[in-house]
T-cell receptor, first 118, second 112 residues
Framework: DAGVIQSPRHEVTEMGQEVTLRCKPI?????LFWYRQTMMRGLELLIY????????DSGMPEDRFSAKMPNASFSTLKIQPSEPRDSAVYFC????????????????FGPGTRLTVL | GENVEQHPSTLSVQEGDSAVIKCTYS??????FPWYKQELGKRPQLIID?????GEKKDQRIAVTLNKTAKHFSLHITETQPEDSAVYFC???????????FGKGTMLLVSP
């Protein structure tokens, strides 16, 4: 398996523009997580999905952020309109889920998207 | 909800020395404690984890200890090497829940 795939790897945009980040989880994983990483705040969980359904979006900073998972192999995180304070590295991670004796979840991270909003 | 505190935020050691990173958690129900290593510009990757039914786990030069009574766990790296330089994150989770609560990270610098 190629692991979690994210695109683009780098994004530079101007304030006010719409930004769409994409993620393909590991095949067969039931959980998908979106994180934001900054020096000041560390790794923040923004939202996560279970079987394509959003479970907890309490970490989404404001209404400018939205996330979707239309199918098991694709998710997007959209920022509209973008602001300079959104500049960060955004990670997508997936996890196989809780089943049977597997009650502990290792999360597998993608390479991240470095977003710069000017 | 769970809160994970991690110390120190930065740690500088000489090659060959040992390094210890400590984390505390708040929710006594937490029972899974992974450690992730993130090299500069790379993704976080799991390096070791411990369940609440054991007090210590070792994997070559790294070990993790857990004190459930005190609600703290630690990462120990012996005979450090320059390639150990990275940011290390601890995390905590509860069985049956899929999310991890991460600490703020420790930047470890190993000087040759």
């Amino acid at each position: 398996d190629a692991g979690v795939i994210q695109s683009p790897r780098h994004e530079v945009t101007e304030m006010g523009q719409e930004v769409t980040l994409r993620c393909k989880p590991i095949s067969g994983h039931d959980y998908l997580f979106w994180y934001r990483q900054t020096m000041m705040r560390g790794l923040e969980l923004l939202i996560y999905f279970n079987n394509n359904v959003p479970i907890d979006d309490s970490g989404m900073p404001e209404d400018r952020f939205s996330a979707k998972m239309p199918n098991a192999s694709f998710s997007t995180l959209k920022i509209q309109p973008s602001e300079p304070r959104d500049s960060a590295v955004y990670f997508c991670a997936s996890s196989p889920g809780l089943a049977g004796e597997r009650t502990y979840n290792e999360q597998f991270f993608g390479p991240g998207t470095r977003l710069t909003v000017l | 909800g769970e809160n994970v505190e991690q110390h120190p935020s930065t740690l500088s050691v000489q090659e060959g020395d040992s390094a210890v990173i400590k984390c505390t958690y708040s929710d006594s129900a937490s029972n899974y404690f992974p450690w992730y290593k993130q090299e500069l510009g790379k993704r976080p990757q799991l390096i070791i984890d411990i369940r609440s039914n054991v007090g210590e786990k070792k994997d070559q030069r790294i070990a993790v200890t857990l004190n459930k009574t005190a609600k703290h766990f630690s990462l120990h790296i012996t005979e450090t090497q320059p390639e150990d330089s990275a940011v290390y994150f601890c995390a905590a989770s509860i069985t049956g829940y899929s999310t991890l609560t991460f600490g703020k990270g420790t930047m470890l610098l190993v000087s040759p």
